[in-house]
């Protein structure tokens, strides 16, 4: 489903993507007796730590899984996994390059 910041329009999610990002990351860092953990309040928001822009990131959420396959990470730790794995090719490297701005 895509945004409406108006809240307006019939099947659209009535927020603004930034505002639904900071939503799902504040929900993240709540502690509560009932989840395994938090995220702790000194790290950056998960979009900025791995540097994607919000709009990055809804233009691949469709198709998520044909992108990247089984493993998702920057360039660096996608070949680590290929070496551990050892496998030449993991799909997704190449989306991790261009999104992530990586060699």
Known sequence: MSFDPTGCEPLKIPFALHDYFELID???????????GA???????ILKRIGIEPIQF???AGDFM???G???GSP??????????DVKFLRGIKAS???????
């Not at 995220?39 to 928001?45: F, L, S, T, W």
């Not at 660096?76 to 794995?85: D, L, P, Y």
């Open 66 to 68: 044909h992108i990247f």
């Open 97 to 103: 390059r261009e999104m992530l701005g990586a060699a």
């Open 39 to 45: 995220i702790d309040k000194d790290i950056p928001p």
């Open 58 to 60: 809804i233009q691949c």
């Open 76 to 85: 660096h730790v996608m070949a680590a996994c290929c070496a551990r794995r």
């Open 26 to 36: 504040w929900s993240g860092r709540v502690f509560h007796p009932d989840k395994v």
């Open 70 to 72: 089984l493993t998702v």
